[in-house]
C-alpha cells in the first residue's frame, strides 16, 4: 500500500511562473489537506478538500493560489504568478476520514522561487 | 498568534536516557492532540496522540501527557536512541470544527551516542 506521493519532490520557478503540486493520497483516502512550511517554522494549514469538494479553505491565501481534489487524479495546489515568498515546501497529507485519526503526510515538494 | 508553541527549538539527551519534549497551547476548543516526527525531506511520520479526555498515553517507547488545566502536554522517549534524533512536532485540532490540525514550530532532538 503506497504511501501518500507527492510530486514533484524539487521544482524550480521563476518570479511570475506558475507553479503545479501534486498529490496522490493513499488507497482508500478520500480527504486531503495541504500545509505549508516556512522555513523555521511549523506547518501551516492551507485548504482541505474531499473528492470534488474544497471544505475548508481558511489557511489559503486569497490570491494567487488554487487547489481541487477531481473524482479522477491526484489533488492540485496551483500557485499563479509565483513569488519569492512562496518558496517553501508543501506538504500534503491524507486520511480515510475526518481528521480526527491520525493523517498521513507526503514527502513534501520543495519549491523554490528564483 | 501562535496557538500551538513549542518553547524548546533543540535537545540534546545521552542515548539510553529520557528525552521530554514539551508543547503548549491556547485555544481551550482543541480537544486532540498528536505528536509528528520529522526528517530532514521527508514528511512528518505520525508518532502518537492523546483525546482530550484522556491524560495519558502509552505505545512502546513514547508516552504522551496532557495537562488540561494548564494547557500543556508533554512527549517522553524512554530509552532514547540516536535513531530518535529528528523534529518533533506537536500538533493540535478542534474537532467539533474545522478539520485543519495546528502545529507548533517544532523542537530538533538530538540524541547523542
Known amino acids: ?114 | 498568534d501562535q496557538q500551538v508553541k513549542q518553547n524548546s527549538p533543540s535537545l540534546s539527551v545521552q542515548e539510553g536516557r529520557i528525552s521530554i519534549l514539551n508543547c503548549d497551547y491556547t485555544n481551550s476548543m482543541f480537544d486532540y492532540f498528536l505528536w509528528y516526527k520529522k526528517y530532514p525531506a521527508e514528511g512528518p511520520t505520525f508518532l502518537i496522540s492523546i483525546s482530550s479526555i484522556k491524560d495519558k498515553n502509552e505505545d512502546g517507547r513514547f508516552t504522551v501527557f496532557l495537562n488540561k488545566s494548564a494547557k500543556h502536554l508533554s512527549l517522553h522517549i524512554v530509552p532514547s536512541q540516536p535513531g530518535d534524533s529528528a523534529v518533533y512536532f506537536c500538533a493540535a485540532s478542534n474537532t467539533g470544527s474545522a478539520r485543519q490540525l495546528t502545529f507548533g514550530s517544532g523542537t530538533q532532538l538530538t540524541v547523542l551516542p
Not at chain 1, 524539487?10 to 522555513?39: D, F, I
Not at chain 1, 500557485?79 to 515568498?85: A, E
Request: proline content about 7%; overall charge positive.
Open chain 1, 1 to 114: 500500500n503506497a504511501g501518500v506521493m507527492q510530486n514533484p519532490r524539487h521544482l524550480v520557478r521563476r518570479r511570475g511562473q506558475e507553479a503545479r503540486l501534486r498529490c496522490s493520497p493513499m488507497k482508500g483516502h478520500s480527504h486531503v489537506y495541504w500545509y505549508r512550511q516556512l522555513p523555521e517554522e511549523g506547518l501551516k494549514f492551507m485548504v482541505y478538500l474531499q473528492k470534488e469538494n474544497i471544505i475548508d479553505e481558511s489557511g489559503m491565501p486569497k490570491e494567487r493560489f488554487s487547489a481541487e481534489f477531481p473524482k479522477e487524479g491526484p489533488s492540485i495546489l496551483r500557485i499563479q504568478q509565483v513569488v519569492r515568498g512562496d518558496s517553501a515546501a508543501y506538504f500534503c497529507a491524507s486520511s480515510p476520514g475526518p481528521l480526527n485519526t491520525e493523517a498521513f503526510f507526503g514527502q513534501g515538494t520543495r519549491l523554490t522561487v528564483v
